[in-house]
């Protein structure tokens, strides 16, 4: 948005801010008065409440009578996950069935019905947390301080009672299903042990141990006898070969050496007789008595060697037969003790199977039994995670209406509203007043502001530079009236126009006291009333209209209108009498000759027009003058209504020389440039000398 658009904002600085506030103090202090007022009423109304806190200690694992294990331990859970296991526990402080049992239990010792709603008194409870701490707060409020330590108690009692309630329940519902088990395993243990004693009665077993041990020994003993009856036996048949080799051999005195003594004496008998015939042959002849008898005698030892040889040999060859059957009957006896021995280890593996299934069932049994005794304890337990560390007490004092917490916020809500409104009626105040204003918002040139005059008849505000020229305000048009005189025109300033966009604005004074200002330099200056509707410079020198600008129209001459002024070099031209087509005579060659008959007499000539919104007067004179000057009267015509007269003059080319400030407070304008500005040039140079 361009500086000329309409509409346009101009930024305050910190210091205009500043100064905004301070004028506006007392809309700010009267804001923030009824704010406080307000609070203080309500303070003084509203309904007190009061809070009891209750503090509990909570831990994530209870103590127990006796060490047992929990039906749901999940303390070493908790212990990672400390933080959600706090908030469910806050989760469960604050839900409704909670709410709902302290309620009905506050209900039955006939207290005060204001929390006989479940919803009412969750409103009223307040559960938080310490940080780094095992505690809890328990915060209930209540218009009764009794009846709130008793609210915060109660939930800290229910609270405590459910918990220790969670505990027994669990191991309750499991005692209760151990119960069952129990008497499905004593079954099962009953019958395991019929199957054991039906089984040995079967078997008919009374030790089935002592049964394969015995039939392990005896197979023992077997294995030992057959072993020797089979080595005897393979003795024997070796002798009997022995003897059958021998015999085949007809090797009779070996046979007879491995044979019984009386076998081994003959033997030794015939190999006597044997030596003896042997000795007769190599001395005696065959007929030899001695030989023949030898002979004979050789022969009967032979033959009754032979004889007992035989004799001996089936005698062997019995015996032989005999350890055979011996060892025939001692391995039939091994295999059938063997086969009794495999059916006493397939009965007692039997057994054993029946007795495991038994010890299994009797541990199961056991354990539960054991169980069942620490869920008994746990469901009588009175030991619990929550320990109320202070009970709640009835509070002294209200917690609610905090009257200087109130006081305090209503005071600040109130600066800040009275600053609002402040700022508010400064912002809608889009009157003109700082050169910044003027420069943005209108972009034409600040000529100047002329402060207040503090004076009842308007001859001593237009004559005040006269009376007064070491004041402020003369101060100030001096000020004006160098901006003027740097104008940048191509020629010295000779006829300046002075309007405004509205009516009142001050611009037959500020004519005055500018041609006052002009005239202090030794210029001639001239005023002329160009307001043929309205005409008020009469009235500034306290003067009759007489003849005047109407009446040169007329044909009169100049030197008969115009009049001089109380300031030296400064003349006035009225409008005279009342003429018709005020606008026509001002568009007139008339009225060109007249400002150029001025020319040639004065140096300056200032012409003071109607306002250039409501009539054209000021639009047609623009083309006959040098610049205009635009007066704006502070806190009057709008931004909008200002920029709409530059808009019109612009239109038609005229050449606007600024804006001039009329009439401004320094001690009320929102603009501190202008208090700054009072300051400096009236306490430091009231007393100088006038230029």
């Given at each position: 948005m361009s500086p000329t658009s309409e509409g346009q904002f101009v930024t305050l600085g910190l210091h205009e801010l500043w100064t905004v506030l301070v004028l506006r103090k007392r809309t700010i202090a009267v804001v923030a008065a009824a704010a406080l007022a307000l609070a203080a009423l309500y303070n003084a109304t509203a309904t007190r409440w009061y809070e009891a806190t209750s503090i509990l200690q909570l831990t994530i694992q209870a103590g127990q009578e006796v060490k047992t294990d929990k039906v749901n331990d999940l303390d070493q859970y908790h212990r990672w996950h400390r933080d959600l296991f706090v908030t469910t526990q806050l989760d469960i402080l604050r839900s409704r069935a909670l709410a709902t049992e302290v309620v009905e239990r506050h209900r039955a010792l006939g207290q005060d019905p204001l929390v006989d709603d479940v919803d009412t008194f969750l409103d009223l409870m307040d559960i938080r947390a310490r940080d780094k701490s095992d505690l809890i707060d328990i915060r209930v409020q209540h218009t009764d301080p009794e009846q709130a330590a008793i609210l915060a108690n109660l939930v800290a009692e229910v609270y405590r009672e459910h918990n220790l309630d969670a505990t027994r329940d669990a191991a309750v519902e499991a005692r209760s299903w151990i119960s069952q088990q129990l008497e499905s395993y004593q079954a099962e243990v009953d019958a395991g042990r019929?199957?054991?004693?039906?089984?040995?009665a079967d078997h008919d077993l009374a030790d089935i141990d002592e049964a394969v041990t015995e039939l392990s020994a005896r197979a023992e003993a077997l294995h030992k006898a057959h072993a020797a009856a089979r080595t005897a036996r393979i003795e024997q048949q070796a002798r009997v070969e022995v003897i059958r080799a021998s015999q085949a051999r007809t090797d009779l005195h070996s046979v007879a050496k491995s044979l019984d003594s009386d076998v081994s004496a003959l033997a030794a008998a015939w190999t006597a007789a044997r030596a003896e015939h042997a000795?007769?042959?190599?001395?005696?002849?065959?007929?030899?008595p001695v030989r023949i008898a030898t002979r004979a005698r050789l022969d009967q030892l032979e033959d009754e060697l032979e004889r007992d040889v035989d004799a001996s040999l089936q005698a062997e060859e019995a015996d032989l037969e005999v350890l055979a059957a011996t060892e025939e009957r001692l391995a039939a006896a091994i295999d059938t003790s063997r086969a009794e021995l495999l059916e006493r280890h397939r009965q007692r593996d039997g057994y054993q199977q029946l007795e495991l299934g038994l010890a299994r069932t009797q541990a199961f049994y056991d354990q539960l039994s054991r169980r069942d005794g620490e869920l008994q304890l746990q469901?009588?337990?009175?030991?619990?995670?929550v320990r109320v560390v202070d009970p709640a007490r009835a509070a002294i004092s209200a917690v609610w209406p905090r009257s200087l917490l109130n006081l305090a916020a209503s005071l600040l809500l109130g600066l800040m509203a009275g600053v609002g409104v402040a700022l508010l009626r400064d912002y809608v105040d889009d009157s003109l007043v700082s050169p910044l204003e003027v420069t943005r918002y209108l972009d034409i040139p600040y000529l100047g502001l002329i402060p207040r005059i503090d004076v009842d008849a308007t001859t001593q505000v237009a004559l005040h530079a006269h009376h007064q020229p070491t004041s402020a305000a003369s101060e100030a048009l001096r000020s004006i009236r160098t901006v003027l005189d740097m104008n940048p025109l191509e020629r010295p300033l000779q006829r300046l126009l002075v309007t405004s966009a509205v009516k009142s604005e001050g611009k037959t004074s500020t004519s005055v006291l500018l041609g006052t200002t002009f005239a202090k330099l030794g210029r001639r200056v001239v005023i002329v009333d160009a307001d043929l509707r309205r005409p008020r410079l009469h009235k500034v020198f306290d003067a009759d209209r007489g003849l005047g600008l109407s009446d040169v129209f007329a044909g009169g001459s100049l030197d008969d209108v115009l009049r001089r002024s109380p300031v030296d070099g400064m003349s006035y031209l009225t409008v005279g009498s009342q003429p018709e087509g005020a606008t026509e005579l001002l568009a007139s060659v008339r009225m060109t000759n007249v400002l150029a008959e001025l020319d040639e007499r004065f140096d300056l000539v200032i012409l003071d027009s109607p306002p250039s919104v409501l009539i054209a007067d000021a639009a047609i004179l623009s083309?006959?003058?040098?610049?205009?000057?635009?007066?704006?009267?502070?806190?009057?015509?709008?931004?909008?209504v200002v920029f709409d007269a530059v808009r019109r003059?612009?239109?038609?080319?005229?050449?606007?020389?600024?804006?001039?400030?009329?009439?401004?407070?320094?001690?009320?304008?929102?603009?501190?440039?202008?208090?700054?500005y009072y300051r400096y040039g009236y306490a430091e140079y009231r007393d100088d000398a006038v230029a």
């Open positions: 019929g199957r054991v004693r039906q089984y040995l000795e007769a042959a190599a001395r005696y002849g065959d007929r030899h469901s009588q337990t009175q030991l619990n995670n083309r006959s003058v040098d610049g205009i000057a635009l007066v704006v009267r502070e806190g009057t015509a709008s931004r909008k003059l612009r239109s038609v080319g005229a050449d606007i020389l600024g804006v001039i400030v009329n009439d401004l407070d320094v001690h009320r304008s929102r603009s501190a440039y202008y208090a700054d």
